[in-house]
């Protein structure tokens, strides 16, 4: 199974999975019922959920709902740190995660928009460097692991800061590893060569601890979080999640 899964995320484009994965998952999750962890997600209980990674990481992806650790640990993040589920808000969410999409557009309190340049998931084809709505047009802008994607981190940042209203918040994570300083070099295109210094083919740099500073070239107001830290070792087990999760919570500059 961890092969096979590998595999698959490794050369089959994200775009295509999206469409798909989620029906051949669903399948599986009949073998895997049980009650030792819950994703609180989609509320769904197993006995493990299923490995996911290039390296594949144990206990890690929901076969209900395919939310990650990360999003187990965002979605109780916004459930215990925020009042995202009950004041009105317009909401941005780029390069969308099937587990949240249907969620959070029934939530009766947000108007909630979906944007990304390729995937079938978003409801407006957008691109994160120049986003196609006015100034002051959000109250809540998501952008998960798409930077480490994108030409320029910063210019998307400031993007995300410029549709951001007066207050307004976001959440912007992507993969952070033990490096000082984020590891980039643009001349670099080859996949194999990507995949090797950066982590995907598709990467083109890897961010180290510098990223919330790095970020806040931007203009956007970037704090680390370590929500995670503050919750029992139980509750960890339960759901999962990432015990060195860092949420990267930003504020309109």
């Known amino acids: 199974m961890k092969s096979l899964i590998s595999f698959v ?36 209980s197993f006995r493990k959920f299923l490995p996911y990674g290039r390296k594949a990481r144990e206990n890690a992806l929901c076969p209900k709902c395919l939310a990650l650790e990360r999003h187990r640990l ?52 957008m691109d994160v460097h120049q986003i196609p709505f006015e100034a002051n047009s959000f109250d809540v802008v998501f952008c998960n692991h798409v930077l480490e994607h994108v030409d320029d981190d910063i210019l998307a940042c400031s993007e995300i800061n410029r549709v951001l209203k007066p207050g307004g918040w976001g959440i912007i994570q992507s993969p952070v590893y033990d490096l000082e300083t984020t590891l980039e070099d643009k001349t670099i295109t080859d996949p194999a060569e990507r995949e090797r210094l950066f982590g995907q083919r598709d990467h083109v740099r890897k961010y180290g601890k510098d990223y919330a500073k790095r970020l806040s070239q931007s203009g956007l107001k970037v704090k680390e979080n370590n929500f995670v830290k503050s919750l029992d070792k139980a509750l960890i087990e339960k759901h999962a999640l990432p015990e060195n999760e860092i949420i990267f919570f930003c504020t309109k500059g």
């Open 9 to 44: 995320i490794r050369y089959i484009p994200r775009k295509y999975l999206q469409l798909v994965s989620h029906f051949f998952l669903r399948i599986l999750a009949i073998f895997y019922r049980g009650k030792q962890v819950n994703c609180n997600v989609c509320d769904h």
């Open 74 to 125: 965002m979605w109780l993040f916004l459930q215990k740190e925020t009042d995202f589920f009950s004041k009105p808000m317009k909401v941005l969410h780029i390069a969308p995660e099937l587990c949240f999409i249907d969620r959070m557009k029934a939530l009766p309190n947000l108007d909630y928009i979906t944007g990304d340049i390729e995937s079938p998931l978003a409801t407006v084809k």
